[in-house]
């Protein structure tokens, strides 16, 4: 994908020429097939990713049973938990579930762009915190609510995701079985 189609995507607009410039050097744009692992439990975490198109599901194994924790779509980062100073291993596994066009940057790349340019290191932070604020607004909604309450959100929030995802992986992101999934739809649909 050239730069005319990053830019596309990717909000420049409130950057110098600059920082666009090393913005449009820095990314690479790559498409992955349906069912690709982008990061493996117990991987050192080395990259970050911008999803262009597509879906990508975050999950964890517990006991033999992969547990969906979000889904990454159109337009979202997926930033990994690392800081400078130490190495992290991942504890959860990116899998793409369609084909999807990412922008995928390097943790070292992105520490040059921030140190070349401190002002985006500082747009950076402003927008990791909107997002850590929304995903903390999730959790708390989640944890607070029914697994038919959670189907209800999903349906009115990300309704993309009914077409996308198979019914076990929605399931799972949801809290339950696939029966229960089954039994909470048929008794929606009853209503």
């Known amino acids: 994908m050239d730069n005319s189609k990053v830019e596309q995507y990717l909000d420049l607009s409130a950057l110098t020429p600059d920082e666009q410039e090393a913005i449009l050097k820095l990314n690479s744009v790559k498409t992955f097939r349906k069912g690709d692992l982008l990061l493996k439990e117990g991987e050192t975490l080395t990259k970050s990713f911008f999803v262009i198109k597509g879906c990508v599901r975050q999950y964890h194994l517990k006991d033999g ?4 924790t979000f889904f990454y779509t159109d ?4 930033f990994p938990n690392v800081t400078a100073s130490r190495v992290q291993i991942s504890q959860h596994n990116l899998e793409c579930v369609e084909e999807c066009s990412l922008s995928v940057t390097t943790l070292d790349q992105e520490q040059d762009l921030m140190n070349s340019f401190p002002r985006l290191g500082d747009l950076c932070r402003v927008v990791t915190e909107k997002q850590f604020g929304d995903y903390q607004e999730m959790f708390a909604k989640y944890i607070s609510s029914t697994p038919e309450e959670r189907y209800l959100d999903l349906i009115e929030n990300r309704p993309d995701l009914l077409n996308k995802v198979p019914q076990y992986q929605i399931a799972s992101y949801l809290g339950v079985k696939p029966e229960s999934l089954s039994r909470i739809r048929k008794r929606l649909a009853g209503k």
């Open 65 to 68: 049973e992969e547990m969906t």
């Open 75 to 78: 337009d979202q980062s997926i």
